[in-house]
């Protein structure tokens, strides 16, 4: 009988050791397999076994209020354990982040997710590095995580494997490689930061097709396509196109005729008039599927009357004043047109999803008449507070609207026109292999007619969603749809620099100042409670 009880009295103690070592074997040694949940259930049946041959003790032992307490501390633990342990397993699975940024810099701008979403092939990126940078590893998560069977990257240090470096034909480190079946392009490393703007245009040139040609009409006045000093160019504009996938070319109408692999043509900012046949090779341009983008100021004549009237298109002449109260909010003076209302359009449509404003210094309004076989369609409109002002010398005339002579608000200052081309009688003579050829030719005329051209030189194209608006307009005229986005966003500046006053203010305010502050605070409590 002492031997009977003696055992009873072990039974507790070997269940405990059984089920530890059961959890032991099966966590660490050979996995969950039959092996540990037999000594699991073994442990538990001694354990019962000793409940049910101490059941006094056990009753008495439960009844004390100390056991009811800590049974109540340990059901909280359990639960709050098995709380994270849902959690943890709710995250692994359903992957979501917040990004509490100004600009959403850790989030991948729609143009990105659209892109990297809608591959239609396979594309990987080769990191060859000797230093692989983890944050450069995130972003790239990021991307792979949009399409994770379409897109996929890989750290490859060139000292071990040489024969992949050799491939990709990469000879030197902190090198990316875009790779889609035979297409490849190559790019430094850029800062992590700094890969969505450098890795996306690569990404779409890559998948998506080859380089683009806009022709920059030259020779009447218009800026330069290069930064030469102080003076006004479209520097910018032409690295935004390059990143974007374009090659932007000078062309002189008088000196030779429109290339046949012209993309779209660009007219920008003619100071002086265009001669009848420039005029003419435009308008036979269009009238064979071209695509034109034409950026005018107020105040100029460029000549274009023949295919403006062919087009339906009437150039206000006037100068758009803005007296909304956003305008002297942003301080950019009456002769800023602000646009935040935009026409239903795929070139504005990102625009007005993202709210976001785009600014027009010295802009005149763009008014349209209809034409037998052409759309037009607005796609920015200024506020109501704005006018269009007709008054020759605004230097030496009050700036205010003269319902006789001005324009009221909202004024349009940008349209999109098309116009289908009529094949039909080429399309009954022609047979099957010609069919297929006029099938690659472009079924319509693409003409933008933009009321402004400062909007895009340097110094104003970075400005709010001018850079996105003219490279929208752009992959319009030329059917890049993919390509209509808002584009990936930059860190902004954030320095403080400080004058040796405001610095000498600075240490003088933290040493002396607020020390003095808090102690006649504190002196005047005293008094007070005194």
């Known amino acids: 009988m002492k031997n009977g009880q003696a055992l009873s009295d072990w039974t507790g103690i070997i269940g405990i050791g059984v089920i530890a070592i059961g959890l032991v074997v099966g966590s660490a040694l050979t996995g969950w397999t039959a092996v540990p949940f037999s000594l699991l259930a073994a442990g538990l049946a001694l354990l019962v076994f000793w409940g049910i041959t101490h059941r006094q003790q056990v009753g008495s032992f439960l009844g004390l209020r100390s056991t009811q307490t800590n049974a109540n501390i340990l059901v909280s633990v359990a639960a709050m354990a098995v709380i994270l342990v849902l959690i943890n397993v709710v995250a692994v ?40 940078d983890p944050n450069l590893r995130e972003q790239l998560e990021r991307y792979r995580r949009l399409n994770p069977s379409r897109f996929q990257f890989e750290f490859v240090d060139p000292n071990r494997n040489p024969l992949v470096a ?6 030197q480190s902190n090198t990316l490689v875009v790779e889609s079946g035979e297409s490849r392009q190559q790019l430094p490393q850029p800062p992590a930061p700094d890969l969505e ?33 102080g003076t006004v160019s479209f520097a910018q504009a032409v690295g935004s196109l390059g990143r974007e996938g374009y090659r932007a070319e000078p062309l002189n109408l008088v000196q030779a005729e429109i290339p046949e692999d012209a993309d779209v043509l660009v007219l920008a900012g003619p100071q002086r008039p265009l001669f009848p ?16 983008l034409l950026l005018i100021g107020p105040r100029v004549d460029a000549g274009l009357d023949p295919l403006l ?11 758009i004043v803005e007296a909304s109260s956003v305008s002297q909010l942003l301080g950019t003076g009456p002769a800023v047109a602000l646009v935040t209302s935009y026409g239903d359009h795929p070139i504005t449509a990102p625009l007005a999803a993202q709210r976001l404003m785009t600014l027009f210094p010295l802009a005149r309004s763009v008014e349209t008449e209809a034409r037998e076989g052409i759309q037009a369609t607005p796609l920015l409109r200024t506020s109501p507070q704005s006018w269009g002002e007709t008054s020759v010398d605004l230097e030496n005339t009050p700036v205010q609207f ?23 009688e080429a399309n009954a003579e022609q047979n099957a292999e010609q069919n297929d050829e006029q099938e690659s030719k472009p079924r319509e005329a693409r003409f933008v007619v933009i009321g402004n051209v400062n909007f895009a030189v340097n110094g104003n194209l970075l400005q709010q969603g001018n850079q996105d608006l003219f490279l929208n307009t752009l992959n319009w005229l030329t059917e890049q749809t993919d390509q209509i986005s808002i584009r990936p966003k930059s860190i902004t500046n954030r320095r403080l620099t400080l004058t040796r006053q405001n610095l000498n203010w600075l240490v003088l305010g933290s040493t002396v100042l607020l020390p003095l502050l808090a102690l006649g605070s504190g002196a005047a409590l005293w008094w007070q409670r005194r």
């Not at 006045?221 to 930064?227: K, Q, V």
């Not at 009237?309 to 100068?319: N, S």
């Open 93 to 132: 699975r359903y992957d979501a982040r917040l990004d509490l940024t100004e600009g959403g810099l850790f989030t991948l701008s729609p143009q990105t997710q659209q892109l990297v979403q809608g591959l239609s092939r396979p594309v990987k990126v080769w990191v060859v590095t000797t230093a692989p």
């Open 309 to 319: 009237e062919e087009w339906g298109v009437v150039l206000a002449d006037d100068i």
């Open 166 to 171: 050799q491939r990709l034909q990469v000879t």
């Open 277 to 292: 046949g420039e005029v003419e090779k435009l308008q036979e341009y269009l009238a064979n599927g071209g695509r034109v």
């Open 197 to 229: 703007s450098n890795l996306t245009p690569i990404l779409s040139k890559v998948v998506n097709r080859g380089e683009a040609v806009a022709y920059f009409v030259q020779g009447h006045g218009e800026a330069s396509l290069e930064a030469n000093g």
């Open 402 to 424: 003269d319902p006789d002579r001005d324009k009221p608000g909202p004024l349009t200052l940008g349209v999109a026109l098309t116009r289908s081309l009529d094949n039909s």
